[in-house]
C-alpha cells in the first residue's frame, strides 16, 4: 500500500504542479474577466488532485513530452503491459521486486538497498497520513469550537432587518431555508452551516451601515450560499488536508479563496445593480471595522475572509471595464483546460514511438533471427519499457565521455560485486545498451547464474542474457549456447536471438 501511494503522490505532485502553472498563466490573462472563470479554472487545478495520474489522451501532457523525450533521446517502450512469466521466489530481493513491479526504477549510477527504499516508503506513509488525519481533525476541531462560540450568544434580527434580510433571499431567488442571526462573537458578516446555511451578522451594524451597504453585504453572503460554497471549501479543505505536503496545493487553495470572493463580488454588482466605486466604499468600510482572525477553512466564509486580498477586490470592484459575465469564448476556454486533466502517456501513442527503435534494433542486429525471436524480441520492449527495464539500442548515444564513464565504472563494481538479483536487472540493460566490452565479465556473472537445488527468479538471467547479445562480443557465445533451451521462455529465446 505504502508503495502505491508513493508512485501515485510522485506523479501527481508533478502533473498538478505543471497544471497550476499553466491556469496561473491564463488567470493573468483573464484578470479582468469574470472571476467565476478564474474559480473554475483554480477548481480544474483540485480535481487534477483526484484524478489518477495514469488517466491519458492522445493530447495530453504526458503523451506529448513523452513523444518529445523518445524522438530526442531514443528511449522507447513505455507501454504498460503485463509482466514476464518467471518462477518467482524473491528470496533475498523482495523489496527491490515490489519497486520494479510498481514500475519504480532505482536511478541510473546510484547504489539502492532494496529494504532501504520499501522502509523510506512506509515511513513516509506513515508520516503522511499522521499529518493528514491531524489537520482534517484540526479543521473539524475548529469549526466546532466557532460552532459553538456564535450559537451561545446569537439572536434573531429585529423585524425591520428580518424582513429586508427575506427581501434580499427573494433577490438572489433562495428559498427559505437560509435564516439570518445577530451575534455578538463575531467582527464581520459572514456565512456559516452544512446543512442548514446561517448568515451571521456583528451587533450594531445595523445602525453603522446604510441601506444600500447591508444590502451589498447580505447579497455577497447570499451569493455563496447560491454557488454551494460552503461545500465547496469542505471539499478543498480535506483534498488540502491529503496533499498538506505539496505547496503548490496551498497556493491553489489562497488561489480559490480569493476568486471566490471575488466572484461573489461580481454577483453582489449585477443582482443590487450598484455602482463598483459604490461598492468598493462599502468594503472598505467593513475593513475598517474588522479586527482580528477569520477563521478560514474551518467551514465558514466572510465578506472579508481573504484580508490580504482586500486591494485587490477593491480596484476589481471599482473597474469598469472588467467583465462581470460568462460568454461562449469563457466556456470554450474551460472546456479546452477541462481536457488538459488527463497528463498520463496515451498507450498507442508510445507503442507507436517504441517501436520505431526496437525495429530499428533488429534490422541492425537481429535481422537474420527467426520470426518468433524477433517478436519476442518487440514483447520485451513493449513489456519491460515503462518498469526502465528496457532500453532503445541509441538511448546512451548523447553521453559525454566523461559521464559514459562513469557510468562503465558504476556498472562493472554493480555487476561484479553484487549479490543474484532483481536489483541488476536496469545495470544488465543499461551495460547492454553501452556496449562496453569492459563489462562482459559482470553480465556473464549474471547471465551465467544458476541454482540446482531450488527454484529462483529469472529475470536477471535472462535480461542478463539479453544483454550478452547486445554486447556482441564472440566471448559471449559459450555462455549463450547451452541455453538455447534453457526452460524459461525468456531467457531461451534471448539466448537464441
Keep these: 500500500m505504502a508503495d502505491q501511494w508513493f508512485v501515485w503522490m510522485v506523479a501527481i505532485s508533478w502533473q498538478v504542479a505543471a497544471m497550476a502553472g499553466m491556469v496561473w498563466v491564463l488567470t493573468f490573462a483573464l484578470r479582468k474577466g469574470f472571476a467565476r472563470v478564474r474559480w473554475i479554472l483554480w477548481l480544474l487545478v483540485v480535481a487534477k488532485l483526484v484524478v489518477s495520474p495514469e488517466w491519458a489522451t492522445p493530447w495530453s501532457l504526458g503523451t506529448m513530452a513523452d513523444r518529445y523525450a523518445v524522438s530526442d533521446t531514443g528511449d522507447g517502450g513505455l507501454l504498460t503491459t503485463t509482466e514476464a512469466e518467471a518462477p518467482v521466489q524473491f528470496a533475498d530481493d523482495v523489496g527491490t521486486a515490489l519497486a520494479l513491479d510498481l514500475g519504480v526504477a532505482f536511478p541510473s549510477g546510484e547504489s539502492a538497498s532494496p529494504r532501504v527504499a520499501l522502509l523510506t516508503s512506509e515511513t513516509l506513509f506513515l508520516v503522511w497520513a499522521v499529518v493528514a488525519v491531524s489537520l482534517m481533525v484540526f479543521c473539524f476541531v475548529q469549526y466546532l469550537r466557532f460552532r459553538r462560540v456564535v450559537m451561545s450568544g446569537w439572536t434573531d434580527p429585529g423585524e425591520e432587518l428580518g424582513r429586508f434580510f427575506v427581501a434580499q433571499c427573494g433577490l438572489m431567488k433562495l ?12 467582527q464581520t458578516a459572514a456565512v456559516f452551516g452544512a446543512f442548514r446555511p446561517t448568515v451571521l451578522m456583528p451587533e450594531a451594524w445595523e445602525e453603522r451601515f446604510t441601506r444600500e451597504e447591508l444590502q451589498a453585504i447580505l447579497v455577497h453572503e447570499l451569493a455563496h450560499v447560491r454557488r454551494g460554497d460552503l461545500a465547496w471549501g469542505w471539499v478543498v479543505s480535506l483534498i488540502t488536508c491529503l496533499y498538506w505536503f505539496h505547496p503548490v496545493v496551498w497556493l491553489v487553495n489562497g488561489m480559490l479563496r480569493r476568486e471566490r470572493e471575488m466572484a461573489c463580488d461580481d454577483v453582489v454588482l449585477k443582482v443590487t445593480e450598484q455602482e463598483g466605486e459604490a461598492y468598493a466604499s462599502t468594503l472598505v468600510r467593513v475593513a475598517e471595522s474588522f479586527r482580528g482572525k477569520f477563521p478560514h477553512g474551518a467551514g465558514v466564509l466572510g465578506v472579508l475572509e481573504v484580508y490580504d486580498h482586500l486591494l485587490h477586490r ?85 553521453l559525454s565521455k566523461k559521464e559514459r564513464r562513469e557510468k562503465v565504472a558504476y556498472l562493472k563494481a554493480l555487476l561484479e560485486d553484487g549479490e543474484y538479483g532483481r536489483h541488476l536487472c536496469e545495470g544488465v540493460t543499461q551495460a547492454g545498451v553501452l556496449g562496453d566490452p569492459t563489462l562482459l565479465d559482470g553480465v556473464t556473472k549474471v547471465a551465467a547464474f544458476h541454482l540446482a537445488d531450488r527454484d529462483y527468479d529469472c529475470r536477471p538471467k535472462w535480461m542478463g542474457v539479453a544483454a550478452l547479445g547486445r554486447l556482441d562480443d564472440e566471448r559471449a557465445v559459450p555462455t549463450l549456447v547451452p541455453l538455447v533451451d534453457h526452460g524459461n521462455m525468456n531467457t531461451r529465446m534471448w539466448a537464441r536471438a
Design 175 to 186: 428559498g427559505g431555508g437560509v435564516r439570518l442571526k445577530v451575534s455578538p462573537a463575531i
Design 314 to 398: 477593491v480596484r476589481s470592484a471599482a473597474d469598469g471595464t472588467r467583465s462581470r459575465g460568462l460568454g461562449w469564448r469563457s466556456v470554450a476556454l474551460l472546456a479546452v483546460v477541462t481536457m488538459l486533466l488527463p497528463m498520463g502517456i496515451w498507450p498507442a501513442a508510445i507503442e507507436a514511438e517504441s517501436k520505431k527503435g526496437i525495429d530499428a534494433e533488429i534490422a541492425a542486429h537481429y535481422s537474420k533471427a527467426h520470426p518468433e525471436v524477433q517478436e519476442y524480441i518487440r514483447w520485451t520492449s513493449k513489456t519491460f519499457g515503462p518498469r526502465g527495464l528496457w532500453m532503445d539500442a541509441d538511448s546512451y548515444d548523447k
